[in-house]
């Protein structure tokens, strides 16, 4: 019973981890190459060149802003693909 639980104990622990946030926050600055307000994707392409594809969320800081930041320089601060923040560089 006793090795039961504990190998209980031990897959909850591993499964909880998986799911937990890791807070890896990625910056991506650049120009706003699109914003397309029905999917809320937005397109950044970086100094580099390379272009990131990500998702405007309601609860992202600036968010209400996005269609005005179109073609000019900025700053987003993802999660998973999932914006927390865009501002005007």
């Known amino acids: 019973m006793k090795k039961a639980f504990a190998t209980l104990a031990i897959v909850s ?3 909880g981890s998986a799911y937990a946030g890791c807070g ?3 910056t991506n600055e650049g ?4 914003f397309d ?3 809320k994707a937005v397109v950044v ?4 060149g390379k272009e990131a594809k990500l998702t405007l969320t309601p609860s992202a800081k600036g968010a209400s802003d996005a269609e005005k930041l179109v073609g000019k320089d900025v ?3 993802s999660e998973h693909g999932k914006i927390t923040s865009i501002a005007k560089a």
């Not at 120009?31 to 699109?34: P, T």
């Not at 392409?45 to 580099?48: N, V, W």
């Open 24 to 26: 890896k926050v990625v």
């Open 31 to 34: 120009k706003l190459k699109s």
């Open 13 to 15: 622990l591993a499964l």
């Open 75 to 77: 700053k987003v601060d």
């Open 37 to 39: 307000a029905a999917t």
């Open 45 to 48: 392409e970086g100094k580099d």
